[in-house]
T-cell receptor
Framework: KQEVTQIPAALSVPEGENLVLNCSFT??????LQWFRQDPGKGLTSLLL?????REQTSGRLNASLDKSSGRSTLYIAASQPGDSATYLC??????????FGTGTRLTVIP | DAMVIQNPRYQVTQFGKPVTLSCSQT?????MYWYQQKSSQAPKLLFH???????NEADTPDNFQSRRPNTSFCFLDIRSPGLGDAAMYLC??????????????FGQGTRLTVV
């Protein structure tokens, strides 16, 4: 059974720092991996989608990498801002119609 | 513009009183999902529709039902809400199920409180 783990569970950084969030999954048979952002009491906003054949994707200050063989993904956030404060969730899509989520990393960027 | 819209954003219901949550989409996607997310937990899939084909997760309680009258709308019915059903309910869509470039889009969620 697919399991997704995100470490750390919470992270506080001063504004302007670069940071890395980690995601690991146990079954490498995935179609893709998605990173989401969730603000308190809100839904999920898709940040990046990495197909299983890709190694990384970039959007603005965000860069996500995927090492499928080792079951790992990272989300790199450059020059963090207070507005980046949120919970970041990664999710993998296995063979059939589901997203397996990690429990997320709660990020606080301190002004 | 919002592409996956959930109504209401907040719902308070009485213990045991049936409640319906609504989701609509403007993306014309084939697949619609319902997830349950409890505090500080990962979202958990309840069921999904691929077109009109309903797919229930094995551990989804019978208390939870769903309807998809057309491509754009999907409803989550909780027949007899218990205190343990208080959670955020998330609706999501995707164009397909298993293509590598299939991205999932989520609504803003409905926060359900059971009193």
């Amino acid at each position: 059974k697919q399991e997704v783990t995100q470490i750390p569970a919470a992270l506080s950084v001063p504004e302007g720092e670069n940071l890395v969030l980690n995601c690991s999954f146990t079954d490498s048979a995935i179609y893709n991996l998605q990173w989401f952002r969730q603000d308190p009491g809100k839904g999920l906003t898709s940040l990046l989608l990495i197909q299983s054949s890709q190694r990384e994707q970039t959007s603005g200050r965000l860069n996500a990498s995927l090492d499928k063989s080792s079951g790992r993904s990272t989300l790199y956030i450059a020059a963090s801002q207070p507005g980046d404060s949120a919970t970041y969730l990664c999710a993998v899509t296995p063979g059939a119609n589901n997203l397996f989520f990690g429990t997320g990393t709660r990020l606080t960027v301190i002004p | 513009d919002a592409m996956v819209i959930q109504n209401p954003r907040y719902q308070v219901t009485q213990f045991g009183k049936p409640v319906t949550l609504s989701c609509s989409q403007t993306l014309n996607h084939n697949v619609m999902y319902w997830y349950q997310q409890k505090s500080s937990q990962a979202p958990k899939l309840l069921f999904h529709y691929y077109d009109k084909d309903f797919n229930n997760e094995a551990d989804t309680p019978d208390n939870f039902q769903s309807r998809r009258p057309n491509t754009s709308f999907c409803f989550l019915d909780i027949r007899s809400p218990g205190l343990g059903d208080a959670a955020m309910y998330l609706c999501a869509t995707s164009r397909d199920r298993t293509a590598m470039n299939t991205e999932a889009f989520f609504g803003q969620g409905t926060r359900l409180t059971v009193v």
